[in-house]
């Protein structure tokens, strides 16, 4: 089993940045993938970044490229998400998520990781 914990969550200013963290306990030496969701009120789940654990692959989805960046540090079990440049749009509720088995495609499904956080919510204020 893999424990998820994010923090870092708040509000800001469009424009502005934050970063999250999603802090893994546990089984963490099975770690294949983690990523980050978001889900805004009355929208589906939506695929925001991933990383693979070992060799640092990154992933992001097309409404973030090129302005948030996931980062791993395994010595601390820890993945970031810095969020740069943000948009009202980006608000929603950011959730950590964890794969423990070989996959290989693109890690930006929901149903392909096994483990999630309670989310943290990201506002940013127009």
């Known amino acids: 089993q893999v424990q998820l914990l994010e923090s870092g969550g708040g509000l800001v200013q469009a424009g502005g940045s934050l970063k999250l963290s999603c802090a893994a306990s546990?089984?963490?030496?099975?770690?294949?993938?983690m990523g980050w969701f978001r889900q805004a009120p009355g929208a589906e789940r939506e695929f925001v970044a991933a990383?693979?654990?070992?060799?640092?692959?990154?992933f992001y989805g097309d409404s973030v490229k090129g302005r948030i960046s996931i980062s791993r540090d395994i010595t601390k079990n820890t993945v970031y998400l810095q969020m740069n440049r943000l948009r009202p749009e980006d608000t929603a509720i950011y959730y950590c998520?964890?794969?423990?088995?070989?996959?290989?495609?693109?890690?930006?499904?929901?149903?392909?990781?096994?483990?999630w956080g309670q989310g943290t919510q990201v506002t940013v204020s127009s």
């Open positions: 546990g089984r963490t030496s099975s770690l294949y993938f």
């Open positions: 998520a964890a794969r423990d088995r070989f996959l290989a495609r693109v890690p930006d499904r929901i149903d392909v990781y096994g483990y």
């Open positions: 990383t693979q654990w070992s060799g640092g692959l990154t």
